[in-house]
């Protein structure tokens, strides 16, 4: 009896572990913006019929992907919502959306399925005289010296692009990107 109580108490250890485990490596909004904002966007416009049939989704969001343009207009096509579209996963929108999954899981999922959906990004508004350069990521230092068309011949770390913006800021710093 003893046993089994150590092994029960074992058990329930480890699934709480994996639970915390679980919630602490969900998907954050920023993880996959595009995509949780779209979806939050899309689901807002269901009223509560269609928010209960899958099939009515599906046809709701081939006609919201109608009127939608950049970052939104592609993920649509990801997901198989425009008449263009290769490939189609709708049904992964569609099915969670009907049971009432949160937009944060639904975008999940459907990165399990497709990881370039999260891989789609806003562009972000970046004023030079306010940010530190130091908290950005390589790629929106990249972005900044590619939207002055400007090149970093060598650069392989970040103190490197860093160094390089610094050196070029005097010229563009008229310039919020």
Aim: charged share 35%.
């Amino acid at each position: 009896m003893r046993f089994e109580m150590n092994t029960l108490h074992f058990v329930f250890i480890i699934c709480f572990i994996l639970s915390v485990t679980h919630t602490t490596i969900a998907l954050k909004e920023d993880d996959c913006e595009v995509c949780v904002k779209t979806v939050k966007r899309f689901s807002d416009t269901l009223d509560d019929a269609t928010k209960k049939d899958y099939k009515l989704i599906e046809t709701a969001f081939k006609h919201y992907c109608k009127t939608q343009k950049n970052k939104e207009h592609r993920f649509c096509y990801y997901l198989g919502g425009l008449e263009e579209s290769a490939t189609g996963i709708l049904n992964e929108l569609s099915k969670p959306l009907s049971w009432s999954m949160p937009a944060e899981k639904v975008c999940e999922k459907l990165k399990k399925k497709d990881a370039q959906i999260c891989d789609l990004r806003y562009e972000k508004q970046i004023d030079l005289n306010k940010v530190d350069l130091k908290k950005l990521k390589v790629r929106d230092l990249k972005k900044i010296l590619n939207d002055w068309d400007e090149g970093c011949e060598g650069c392989l770390e970040k103190s490197d692009f860093i160094k390089r913006i610094e050196e070029l800021k005097p010229k563009y710093s008229h310039n919020e990107l």
